[in-house]
């Protein structure tokens, strides 16, 4: 990571950092997380931070704090491209890219307000993944396409 | 006759059916056009019932599948709308399949909401056919509507077919669309600007073939060789005016089919308004009716195919 970013968001020493998040898009990171007022961990965020990649991104970094494979798959949905790296000591032990799986049960609301699983139904949603980039997914049940905006915003 | 192929299969959406299946459909149903006509009888389905389960009304294809079933000697349970039913009382439409399929062998799903048949599918252990889910898939008007290409003009691949009318809205065009260009024929989208094919049917449709778009009839008549028309709904205009003009520019007359090939073909999924000018039904052009027959053989070699019996 940059000096000029480790500059702005201080080093933890246990936890968790989720780097390249697309610009603007931490606090759908957070509000997945459930990061609120009952909050008990040191959470640090930057918003629009230049990427040595290139153009803009947004850094999360969570001490003392694993993540399950079930929030990992909910930030996969709002930062596609996200790395994932596990802090402990202040040293990275571990990073991941998150992977953008073939199919999505449950985590994400259809569009359609016409769509069976809208409807009182004993279902789970499941999509299948059109495209990966950019994300386009599609409803098994009523065939709606979600992209990006669409997906971020029907998290459930 | 081969293997039963669709054999406790469900027939929820046309886009999951091999060419292959389609094609063993039609050679059924070929068998079926007697029966469907009450030229022979027979009793190739006595003993097995049908629940047709009409959460809204739709009077063609629900006498149809019944006809079907009744004319292979089969029982039919169910209902033509929710009025009056467990589902005005609450009742998902999971518990009710799960009630029918206790009662039946086959089931028929018509619903108004997206889904609904593939939802139904999953929770019965018999086969389920999607007899129209809402907005969504209606597979077996899209077999029928092949079918009658592939009887009256002996195939399907290579032929010039035209789509006209509402194509964003109509849900069977957006089927039959994607069915015509898996079959490999020539499209032709034809519509007011403003009731143009949608695009992400149109990209499914390029995967096989690339549709010529035009918002005049006049323009490609000459080349069709099928011409299926579909009724331009008024709500769809903000302008009543508006409506009038467009709609006045799509009716098929006489006149029309003057400058058509002669072995051109008209289809209309019915009912239809005043698209077609009721002079088009005398002519050989005019196949609608034929098409609405057809309904039944195909729905016999369905209910005959996933109850494994042909």
């Known amino acids: 990571m940059g000096e000029e970013t480790t500059l702005k968001i201080q080093k933890i020493r246990n936890g968790v950092v989720i780097d390249h998040i697309p610009s603007g898009r931490a606090l759908k990171v957070l509000k997945i997380l459930g990061i609120d ?73 259809c569009i359609n307000d016409m769509c069976v699983t809208n409807k009182r139904e004993p279902v789970r949603t499941f999509f299948t993944v059109v495209s990966k980039d950019p994300l386009r997914i599609k409803c098994v049940y009523c065939e709606a396409e979600m992209e990006r905006d669409d997906i971020v915003e029907n998290i459930i | 006759m081969a293997m039963p192929m669709l054999k406790g299969k469900d027939i929820v959406s ?48 629900r006498l149809s599948f019944e006809a079907a079933m ?23 439409l999971a518990d009710t399949v799960r009630m029918a399929d206790g009662y039946s062998d086959v089931i028929v799903v ?49 032929l010039n077919i035209g789509l006209l009318g509402d194509l964003k809205y109509g849900r069977t065009v957006h089927s039959l669309a994607y069915a015509l260009a898996r079959f490999r024929a020539n499209l032709y989208f034809i519509s007011p600007d403003i009731l143009r094919m949608p695009r992400h049917i149109v990209r499914e449709v390029e995967r096989y073939t690339r549709p010529y778009e035009t918002s005049d009839i006049n323009e490609v008549i000459g080349d069709l060789d099928v011409l299926y028309v579909t009724r331009i709904q008024k709500e769809r205009f903000p302008d009543p005016a508006e409506y009038r003009k467009v709609a006045g520019s799509y009716v098929i007359d006489l006149d029309l089919l003057r400058r058509a090939k002669d072995t051109f073909i008209v289809m209309h999924p019915l009912p239809r308004v005043n698209e077609i000018s009721p002079e088009v039904d005398k002519t050989k052009h005019a196949k609608y009716f034929v098409q609405a027959f057809n309904g039944v053989p195909v729905r016999m070699a369905l209910l005959a195919m996933v109850l494994g019996v042909r």
Not at chain 2, 25 to 31: K, L, S, T
Not at chain 2, 32 to 49: C, F, K, N, T, W
Not at chain 2, 71 to 92: M, N, P, Y
Not at chain 2, 140 to 154: A, F, P
């Open chain 2, 70 to 92: 009744q004319r292979l000697g089969g029982g039919v349970i169910g209902f033509s709308s929710s009025a009056g039913t467990s589902v005005e009382k609450g009742e998902t």
């Open chain 1, 37 to 109: 007022e009952g909050v008990t961990s040191t959470v640090s965020v930057a918003i629009h931070v230049p990427s040595r990649k290139g153009g803009w991104k947004d850094i999360v970094k969570i001490e003392d704090r694993e993540l399950s494979d079930e929030e990992l798959n909910r930030i996969i949905l709002v930062a596609p491209r996200a790395t994932i790296n596990i802090i402990r000591d202040y040293r990275v032990v571990e990073k991941h890219r998150v992977e953008v799986p073939e199919t999505i049960e449950g985590i994400v609301k």
């Open chain 2, 14 to 61: 046309i886009k999951e059916m091999k060419e292959e299946e389609i094609e063993a459909v039609f050679r059924v149903a070929d068998e079926m056009v007697p029966i469907a006509r009450g030229e022979e009888r027979s009793d190739l389905l006595h003993g097995y019932v049908l629940a047709s389960l009409f959460f809204e009304p739709s009077t063609r294809t």
């Open chain 2, 110 to 158: 018509r619903h108004p909401y997206q889904g609904a048949a593939r939802l139904a599918a999953e929770f019965a252990e018999h086969p389920v056919i999607n007899a129209g889910d809402g907005a969504g898939q209606h597979p077996t008007q899209t077999l029928l509507d092949l079918y009658t290409i592939k009887k009256e003009m002996g195939k399907i691949g290579g």
